[in-house]
């Protein structure tokens, strides 16, 4: 599709966070079809629901502290440009990509030397600036991921999430490895699936919520540990002969997950920590992390753009199980029901489409 060049404005509803409490807003919103240097416009073909948008649903402190309204919010997305500024070469109209949601500066210490994802000055779509829940997006054309167009679009739009969980992943070798999942969520799940494309020898997944333990059990997790209900610190270490897993790749962000997982990791694991903790994390410094040797990894975003071009492989390897973790489908003006059952804990994945444009 390309944009005829007498059109200079496109309607488009979109969601749109523009009161200070919960509930999103759908409703109709004009933008201009200019371009400023290195932009494209690309007309949104899926999204996809993160649990940094239920932070922004719920109006939390967070959001609180970090929006500026009226804001559209969403950064999964996946889409064909329709329109390129003058000096875009990179893409081109009739692309399918997906996108780096990170818009980084390209100027600071950390991009000079490689290090795009930890940005000082990295502006977020959808958080720092408008986003993808609607029929259309301006972005720069260097964010832009071009896509196979023989890829199911509901896969494409979950490349950046999925992007997190190789990152989680690939930092540390998991082929032949024991690993633990901490936490199955959306990015959880993502996480085992990854972990057993690469070959990882046991994978434990742990985690509170039943619907999600099944869909652990469901992708090939061979132990599958409800903290509730068990001693998670015995019951890892007599599943890996007393000495703990190889490596462990946190999701949960919660406080006493994260605690424990130093005490069943084993001495000279690692541990790629991607879940963020609302709490201060209690550590035994000496005995679980020196006398140990083990290796911490933040995980932030990911590695631009290797991280893309890992997920892309691994898409297109056959590997990967997203129509098992992609659980819900709706239109994107059901955004605050998607919402809700993102809070419930009761899904994976949720993908949505603007307007009617429902894919089976």
Request: charged fraction near 25%; proline fraction near 2%.
């Given at each position: 599709?390309?944009?005829?060049?007498?059109?200079?404005?496109?309607?488009?509803?979109?969601?749109?966070?523009?009161?200070?409490?919960?509930?999103?807003?759908?409703?109709?919103?004009?933008?201009?079809?200019?371009?400023?240097r290195?932009e494209?416009?690309?007309?949104?073909?899926?999204?996809?629901?993160?649990?940094?948008?239920?932070?922004?649903?719920?109006?939390?402190?967070?959001?609180?502290?970090?929006?500026?309204?009226?804001?559209?919010?969403?950064?999964?997305?996946?889409?064909?440009?329709?329109?390129?500024?003058?000096?875009?070469?990179?893409?081109?109209i009739?692309?399918?990509?997906?996108?780096?949601?990170?818009?980084?500066?390209?100027?600071?210490?950390?991009?000079?030397?490689?290090?795009?994802?930890?940005?000082?000055?990295?502006?977020?779509?959808?958080?720092?600036?408008d986003?993808c829940?609607?029929?259309?997006?301006?972005?720069?054309?260097a964010?832009?991921?071009?896509?196979?167009?023989?890829?199911?679009?509901?896969?494409?739009?979950?490349?950046?999430?999925?992007?997190?969980?190789?990152h989680?992943?690939?930092?540390?070798?998991?082929?032949?490895?024991?690993?633990?999942?901490?936490?199955?969520?959306?990015?959880?799940?993502?996480?085992?699936?990854?972990?057993?494309?690469?070959?990882?020898?046991?994978?434990?997944?742990?985690?509170?919520?039943?619907?999600?333990?099944?869909?652990?059990?469901?992708?090939?997790?061979?132990?599958?540990?409800?903290?509730?209900?068990?001693?998670?610190?015995?019951?890892?270490?007599?599943?890996?002969?007393?000495?703990?897993?190889?490596?462990?790749?946190?999701?949960?962000?919660?406080?006493?997950?994260i605690?424990?997982?130093?005490?069943?990791?084993?001495?000279?694991?690692?541990?790629s920590?991607?879940?963020?903790?609302t709490?201060?994390?209690t550590?035994?410094?000496?005995?679980?992390?020196?006398?140990?040797?083990?290796?911490?990894?933040?995980?932030?975003?990911?590695?631009?753009?290797?991280?893309?071009?890992?997920?892309?492989r691994?898409?297109?390897?056959?590997?990967?199980?997203?129509?098992?973790?992609?659980?819900?489908q709706?239109?994107?003006?059901?955004?605050?029901?998607?919402?809700?059952?993102?809070g419930?804990?009761?899904?994976?994945?949720?993908?949505m489409?603007?307007?009617?444009?429902?894919?089976?």
């Amino acid at each position: 599709m390309k944009l005829a060049d007498n059109v200079k404005h496109l309607d488009t509803m979109a969601v749109v966070k523009d009161e200070p409490k919960k509930g999103f807003s759908f409703h109709k919103k004009t933008i201009s079809t200019n371009l400023q240097r290195g932009e494209v416009l690309v007309k949104v073909l899926t999204t996809s629901f993160c649990g940094t948008d239920y932070h922004i649903y719920t109006y939390d402190d967070w959001a609180k502290g970090r929006l500026k309204l009226p804001l559209t919010v969403g950064h999964e997305f996946s889409g064909e440009i329709i329109k390129v500024a003058d000096d875009v070469t990179r893409v081109t109209i009739g692309d399918i990509v997906s996108a780096e949601t990170h818009i980084i500066c390209g100027t600071c210490e950390f991009c000079l030397r490689g290090e795009g994802h930890i940005c000082e000055n990295t502006k977020i779509i959808g958080v720092d600036t408008d986003g993808c829940f609607a029929r259309y997006i301006k972005m720069p054309a260097a964010n832009c991921f071009v896509n196979s167009k023989d890829v199911n679009p509901l896969h494409l739009s979950v490349q950046e999430p999925l992007g997190n969980a190789v990152h989680t992943l690939n930092h540390f070798e998991v082929k032949g490895k024991s690993v633990a999942i901490v936490g199955c969520g959306p990015l959880g799940l993502m996480g085992l699936d990854v972990a057993k494309a690469y070959d990882a020898r046991q994978i434990i997944a742990i985690e509170v919520n039943e619907y999600r333990r099944a869909l652990a059990t469901k992708l090939g997790a061979d132990l599958v540990i409800n903290p509730h209900e068990e001693d998670v610190i015995d019951t890892v270490l007599k599943a890996t002969d007393g000495r703990g897993v190889d490596v462990v790749a946190e999701f949960s962000g919660n406080k006493t997950a994260i605690e424990q997982a130093f005490k069943y990791i084993k001495a000279g694991g690692g541990m790629s920590l991607l879940g963020l903790p609302t709490e201060k994390i209690t550590l035994d410094l000496a005995n679980d992390i020196v006398f140990k040797g083990i290796h911490i990894y933040g995980v932030v975003g990911r590695l631009i753009y290797d991280t893309w071009h890992e997920v892309k492989r691994l898409i297109e390897s056959g590997k990967l199980h997203l129509d098992d973790i992609i659980t819900h489908q709706l239109r994107l003006q059901d955004i605050n029901e998607a919402a809700e059952i993102m809070g419930s804990g009761n899904c994976g994945k949720i993908v949505m489409v603007p307007e009617d444009d429902i894919r089976e």
